[in-house]
């Protein structure tokens, strides 16, 4: 018997900027819903138990309890846990800066929490977009963010809602926006998108550096389009099982029968590793992945 897949994508609609996380016993989708910028004025959350059967959870944020947003743009959320508390970086309103928000729970609903930006500078002229927290195995969070070519990390205060010491430049060649962290044998594997989003040059690439703030040398590609599949595959997360060493990546593609540059969609594939600990090419499907009860 064939095992049950989620296909891809993995569930309706038009949503894009995935990021992938397991809290809590169940796995979270948190996306872009990817339409107009004036439409782009909340942020709902997706839930699994097995990685196939996904369900809306509903909203998690909406920007008109973020009045110093400017009601548009609810672009790429990123959600780190701590000490039983949730918090939600994204970026708000096309460059009007990162904010964050907190709640007790990873479905919701957050709280915007400084009543203004955690960020709002250009610091290293990288737009204050695309925000991604990593927490490292000593418990320090880190946040990496940036677009316009620039990407910038910056440490997290203990309490996940204030920035501490310096913002580092740490680009890498081809980078664009969308940076994502994960470290595997002590290895920090830096990731970002690179091309444009809306044709078919956008992508994955990475990098590998023993520290956090790099030097991070661009290695190869981890995802891009296939002729045969879908276009625009970029701007993604990973996801480890705690425990092995089993990745899975989420990512938003344009189906080859869209044109418009709105129409994206989040599937999941399968990721892996050689030996020396390289990044091997993802393949995009249509299958999807295997499910993966917990």
């Known amino acids: 018997m064939e095992p049950t897949r989620a296909g891809n994508p993995v569930f309706e609609g038009w949503w894009a900027d995935p990021e992938l996380h397991l809290f809590a016993g169940r796995y979270y989708i948190y996306p872009t819903f990817s339409a107009l910028y004036e439409e782009q004025t909340f942020f709902d959350v997706w839930s699994s138990s097995d990685l196939v059967h996904w369900r809306n959870d509903g909203r998690i944020l909406d920007f008109a309890d973020v009045p110093w947003s400017t009601n548009r743009a609810a672009w790429a959320p990123s959600v780190a846990e701590k000490d039983g508390k949730y918090y939600i970086y994204f970026s708000a309103g096309d460059g009007a800066g990162i904010g964050v928000a907190v709640s007790d729970r990873p479905e919701g609903p957050f709280v915007d929490a400084l009543g203004g930006p955690l960020i709002k500078e250009y610091h290293h002229g990288a737009q204050p977009i695309d925000a991604h927290a990593f927490i490292d195995d000593d418990g320090q969070a880190y946040l990496y963010y940036g677009g316009w070519k620039h990407a910038v990390v910056v440490k997290l205060g203990a309490d996940m809602i204030s920035t501490e010491g310096e913002f580092l430049e740490i680009t890498p060649e081809n980078y664009v926006e969308g940076p994502f962290m994960v470290k595997r044998n002590g290895e920090y594997v830096f990731m970002w998108s690179e091309g444009s989003w809306g044709d078919s040059s956008y992508s994955v690439a990475y990098a590998r550096s023993r520290s956090p703030y790099g030097p991070f040398v661009r290695e190869g590609m981890v995802l891009q389009s296939d002729q045969a599949v879908a276009t625009s ?53 249509f299958e999807g992945v295997e499910a993966r009860p917990l």
Not at 247 to 269: F, G, K, M, Q, S
């Open 233 to 285: 595959a970029g701007h993604h997360s990973v996801l480890q099982i705690p425990g092995t060493d089993e990745w899975y990546i989420c990512y938003h593609r344009r189906p080859l029968t869209e044109t418009a540059r709105d129409h994206r969609v989040t599937c999941i594939d399968r990721m892996f590793f050689d030996e020396d600990g390289r990044i091997l090419p993802v393949q995009i499907t």
